[in-house]
């Protein structure tokens, strides 16, 4: 399978029917790669150029996907246009940053069953809920003291799990409902 990215791959996800396969490169392109029943292959069906590199992208639902641009204080989302088939961004979500960098080894996570979508960004990981009518809204924003930092939220969304190089621990957080 030819990819088309010219640098390496940050980041992969898959939607929900796992029939498509996203991918962000440091060449600062979004690659939507479909499977194809009928010729039994992955093809990739629309490149987007993005400004900025990022490290992160996840799947929210089939139509809809998030990406996160290294060193910016938004994060974008994605929605496949009904007529054509193609993604176009749609919106920029303001979030948590700071001038430290980013490291790479923390992936966004979407929990469907409770609408949670984590996202790490510099010394920051942002908890954000998405509402019925499609808007993020952030719930908390937990700050370290290091942007080397490590995680993933459980997969019934109900424990935040971190490791970051300040604390030099593995800590777990319970999320509450609010």
Partial sequence: MNIDH?????????NEQ???LISCSKDSQILIIEWSKLDKQWSV???IKVDQ???RLCFINDNLFTFQPYGKDQMYIYEMDTN??????????ELKYDSSGCDILFPQQYIKSKC???NKNG???NLM???????????QSIQFSSNTLYGQLSDDGEYLITWDDGSKEIQIRKCKEQ
């Fill in 6 to 14: 010219t640098d390496w791959v940050c980041s992969l996800s898959l």
């Fill in 18 to 20: 796992q029939n498509k």
């Fill in 45 to 47: 069906t629309q490149k």
């Fill in 53 to 55: 590199y990022g490290y």
């Fill in 84 to 93: 054509n088939k193609q993604y176009n961004k749609i919106q920029e979500i």
């Fill in 116 to 118: 949670l979508l984590v």
């Fill in 123 to 125: 010394k920051n990981v």
């Fill in 129 to 139: 809920r998405k509402k019925q009518n499609g808007d993020f809204i952030i719930q």
